[in-house]
């Protein structure tokens, strides 16, 4: 599950995506900044949160609906704790056309 949210809408897109979210599902916060650090990893644990930055530029065309418009990296952060899920958002980045390298120090994705 990808948070694509500004970060005064994390907490509430977060309690949503509670319900929507299965027990193993990645959640994949791209968000620039750190506070939605924590308040992800304490909605679904370390192990299931991943946090990167977005090389890309998307266009939102509907409140469902987002096109990508230019650009393909997303570097994900893989720590200890979050190596499997980082691995499912990785694939799922894969098979829409994204590179997505693993960045082995999650700090150098968070600013």
Not at 40 to 57: L, Q
Not at 83 to 98: I, P, T
Request: hydrophobic share 40%; aromatic share 6%.
């Amino acid at each position: 599950m990808f948070v694509c949210v500004k970060s005064c809408d994390t907490s509430e897109a977060l309690r949503q995506a509670r319900r929507l979210a299965g027990p193993e599902t990645p959640v994949v916060s791209l968000q620039n900044g750190l506070t939605h650090v924590g308040i992800t990893v304490r909605a679904f644990g370390g192990r299931r949160a991943v946090f990167g930055a977005c090389y890309a530029a998307v266009l939102r065309e509907s409140p469902t609906v987002v096109r990508h418009q230019a650009g393909q990296t997303i570097r994900l952060g893989v720590t200890n704790d979050n190596r499997a899920a980082a691995a499912g958002a990785r694939r799922w980045l894969l098979a829409a056309g994204f590179e997505a390298p693993p960045e082995q120090r999650e700090d150098r994705v968070l600013w």
